[in-house]
């Protein structure tokens, strides 16, 4: 089962806005619009911040958001704050077995 | 509000069976549209998804993983558990167990994590 492609690392100033991309194929990413972001914090479990590709659970910041274009799922936070820092993860339904995650991204406020 | 909590061995020595319990509280296991699921973490790395199971028995588990894996549930004890077999250091992870929303896939309750090394 391969993983879904994000990038290791990114990084942006408090206020700007930054997206991570969650890569998949057409049997995952591209096939449902069942992608969830995970923000993870260290030494503690991971949180769900988006479902179905852009919906927020309650409680999560509007600052966070989501989107799909092909294979490719997007999360962007907006005025980045620096309690952002933290992994984040994504997952997706697939149609080959179940569930897949991505390998996550840390995300460094500067 | 819902809690899963992971409870299990720490240490486990190669070749042998890592056993992990997955107690729910603060809500019924027998309930539709969610799947129960455990999820591990390497140290330094990315979450990788093991299986998951639904109240009635019924299981999913990781390609990679299906031929050591072993995912059920007690539902008089509110509990799912995993077994995954001749473990090896490369199993060295922090396990977590987790709630399935079955309609959109994503895991909305998780439990804290337990750390489970394999060494001799």
């Known amino acids: 089962q391969s993983a879904l492609t994000q990038p290791a690392s990114v990084s942006g100033s408090p206020g700007q806005s930054i997206t991570i991309s969650c890569t998949g194929t057409?049997?995952?990413?591209?096939?449902?619009?069942?992608v969830s972001w995970y923000q993870q914090h260290p030494g503690k479990a991971p949180k769900l911040m988006i479902y179905?590709?852009?919906n927020r659970p309650s409680g999560v910041s509007n600052r966070f958001s989501g989107s799909k274009s092909g294979n490719t799922a997007s999360l962007t936070i907006s005025g980045l704050q620096a309690e952002d820092e933290a992994d984040y993860h994504c997952?997706?339904?697939?149609?080959?077995?179940?569930?897949?995650f991505g390998g996550g991204t840390k995300l460094t406020v500067l | 509000q819902l809690q899963l909590q992971e409870s299990g061995p720490g240490l486990v020595k190669p070749s042998e069976t890592l056993s992990l319990t997955c107690t729910v509280s603060?809500?019924?296991?027998?309930?539709?549209?969610?799947?129960w699921g455990w999820i591990r973490q390497p140290p330094g790395k990315g979450l990788e998804w093991i299986g998951c199971?639904?109240?009635?028995?019924?299981?999913y588990y990781n390609p990679s993983l299906k031929s050591r894996v072993t995912i059920s549930v007690d539902t008089s004890k509110n509990q799912f558990s995993l077994k995954l077999r001749s473990v090896t250091a490369a199993d060295t992870a922090v396990y977590y167990c987790?709630?399935?929303?079955?309609?959109?896939?994503?895991?909305?309750?998780w439990g804290q994590g337990t750390l489970v090394t394999v060494s001799s």
């Open positions: 199971i639904y109240y009635s028995g019924s299981t």
């Open positions: 603060g809500g019924s296991i027998s309930i539709s549209s969610y799947y």
């Open positions: 997952s997706s339904y697939t149609s080959n077995s179940f569930v897949v």
């Open positions: 987790a709630r399935l929303d079955y309609s959109t896939y994503p895991f909305d309750y």
């Open positions: 179905e590709v852009s």
């Open positions: 057409s049997s995952d990413v591209g096939g449902y619009n069942y």
